[in-house]
């Protein structure tokens, strides 16, 4: 059995135990909540993962880009939404898919719906709603909103499934009371302007689906939802560790890294993990100091060094803040597991000290 010594730097690990734990949290969460989970599989492309979601029963998968949904096609996820704004010239390569799979497309302007009807295939359509991140969908409260919902619901060829959003500020809540709010917020701006749009259509029923990690984590009632696509909650990372979504020991993906340099008199040293393999990501604006990566002290006990953290990266190269042998290894939290997770081609699956498996990241694009 290979052990965790033996493993090639850098690389990254995945603890199987605390993604199991993960993955039923989650799930019983949204079971408590009474809406059903289509986790965002952009966190983690990976089908082992995917499939165990799905032994967990989810109602289907969210992804952000063609290529993640044609991959899990290829491994019979057969009900997909992809949630980014359609991209038009996509369209053709959308509906070759969607002859195989019911695949959701998201939509949130009058040329994106014109496109789409013009192509006259017979497309499943999402309204993006804003409920309070501004950074795509509809205005719920501007005539915009309806008009559109309206025309879809109205049109031949498409179908309207429902409204969606996306908490993305909940990112920038300062504390746990702030996150729950924005997540009732998402949560009342979704309701109320699905009971508008329910009314408008002569009572016809439709989807209304909210999510993101900090507000799954936190949100008190999912009153009016009925789906919910968290996708970071697999992993967490040391952002959602500063905002209270998850403790040190609920992080399961940690990148392995060895010194590679520390030169006498100087008070930092080198790892072979830069920004290809922790990103760019800053973290938290909340986070205690600037970091780009927490560093273990000793991983069973969840104990991070307040000493030496990475403290900046370049390409390949990171900077931790304090003299280590060469030789050595770290085991890194990341400030970001997506990002993180999308620049690896496999997963090192460990329990303790043993590695169990790899699985492949599918993080392709075309
Ligand atoms: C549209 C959409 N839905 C769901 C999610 C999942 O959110 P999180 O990563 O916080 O779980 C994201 C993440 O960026 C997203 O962009």
Known sequence: MLRLDDVRTPALLLDLDVLDANLKRMAGRARDLGVQLRPHIKTHKCIEIGERQRELGIAGITVSTLYEARVFADHGFADIT????????????????AERVTLRLVVDSEEGVETLEKS????????KVDCGYHRAGVDPQSPVALELAKRIA??????????????????????RQEI?????QERSVMAEFGDR?????????????????????????LDGVTEARPGNYVFYDYTQ???????????????LASVVSAQPGTNHAVIDAGALALSKDTGSELAPGPSMGEIFA???????????????????????????PVGSRVRIVPNHSCLTVAHFDEYVVVRGEEVLDRWKVWRGRD
């Open 82 to 97: 992809w949630a980014f704004p359609v991209i038009l010239n996509r369209i053709p390569d959308a509906a070759k898919l």
């Open 120 to 127: 006259g295939h017979r497309f499943h359509l999402w309204l």
């Open 154 to 175: 109205g049109s031949s060829s498409l179908q309207l499934d429902g409204i969606l959003t996306h908490s993305g500020h909940s990112y920038h809540g300062r504390t």
């Open 180 to 184: 729950r709010d924005i997540a009732e």
């Open 197 to 221: 749009l329910r009314t408008a259509l002569g009572g016809r029923d439709f989807g209304i689906s909210v999510g993101s990690t900090p507000a799954m984590s936190m949100v008190a009632t």
């Open 241 to 255: 560790v500063v905002l209270g979504s998850c403790a040190v020991s609920d992080v399961a993906v940690t990148v």
């Open 298 to 324: 000793d991983y069973a006990s969840h104990t991070l060094r307040p000493d030496v953290r990475v403290v900046s990266v370049s390409q390949e190269h990171g900077t931790v803040g304090n003299s280590l």
